[in-house]
């Protein structure tokens, strides 16, 4: 069956403008992550949603970020007033249920460049 | 806050060789899951575990949960399996998301 999908691949934006990034998880996951690889940060962790609902928004990171995720499908993540900081790969990832301990399948990613 | 500590950083074995990479974890994580991501590649989950040991094709995972400590095994390591291999924690909540470890990149000489 179909993967995780996210879109676009690649973003190339300037400073200070808003960027939208789109994951389509797998169906009946009802689990969605969003991380975040940089090269100097590794890989975090930003958000997670259960169904439709983000129980805990402490690891974005900063105010600037925020996330949806609709239907309990389709998730986006917007960042506004793009900083060169937020530049790096953000990777969505789904999971079966949302209680832990389910193998999380990752999407292959948007690659964010702020210039 | 969960933390992941992987070792080695670095890897360069030859071809044939069994590989071993180490993660050692905290209080609060209740499984452990193994990735693998291929250079310029996505990330791939190789193992979720909890308890015991998962064998798939040549990769074996273990997990000691008394001494919060897993490894990941490679036996016949070939080329292709040169890639960075990430440890990653899961307190069991979901809403923490994962915590990750550094990354062992590992280069498989033929």
């Known amino acids: 069956g179909a993967g995780v999908s996210q879109s676009p691949s690649n973003k190339v934006t300037e400073k200070g403008k808003d960027v939208e990034l789109r994951c389509d998880p797998i169906?009946?996951?009802?689990?969605l992550y969003w991380y975040r690889q940089s090269l100097g940060q590794g890989l975090e962790f930003l958000i997670y949603?259960?169904?439709?609902?983000?129980?805990?928004k402490s690891g974005l990171p900063s105010d600037r970020f925020s996330a949806e995720r609709t239907g309990g499908s389709v998730s986006t993540l917007t960042i506004q007033r793009t900083q060169q900081e937020d530049s790096a790969v953000y990777l969505c990832?789904?999971?079966?249920?949302?209680?832990?301990?389910?193998?999380?399948?990752f999407g292959p990613g948007t690659r964010l460049t702020v210039l | 806050k969960n933390e992941v500590e992987q070792s080695p950083q670095n890897l360069t074995a030859q071809e044939g060789e069994f590989i071993t990479i180490n993660c050692s974890y905290s209080?609060?994580?209740?499984?452990l899951h193994w990735l693998q991501q291929h250079p310029g590649g996505g990330i791939v989950s190789l193992f979720m575990?909890?308890?015991g040991k998962k064998k798939h094709g040549r990769l074996i995972a273990t997990i000691n949960i008394q001494e919060k400590h897993s490894s990941l095994h490679i036996t016949a390591s070939h080329p292709r399996d040169s890639a960075v291999y990430i440890c990653?924690?899961?307190?069991?909540?979901?809403?923490?998301?994962?915590?990750f470890g550094k990354g062992t990149h590992l280069i498989i000489q033929p």
């Open positions: 169906s009946g996951h009802t689990a």
């Open positions: 990832a789904s999971s079966l249920a949302g209680a832990g301990g389910y193998t999380q399948y």
């Open positions: 990653a924690g899961d307190s069991g909540g979901g809403a923490d998301g994962l915590t």
């Open positions: 949603f259960q169904g439709n609902s983000a129980p805990d």
């Open positions: 209080v609060g994580i209740s499984a």
């Open positions: 575990l909890s308890s």
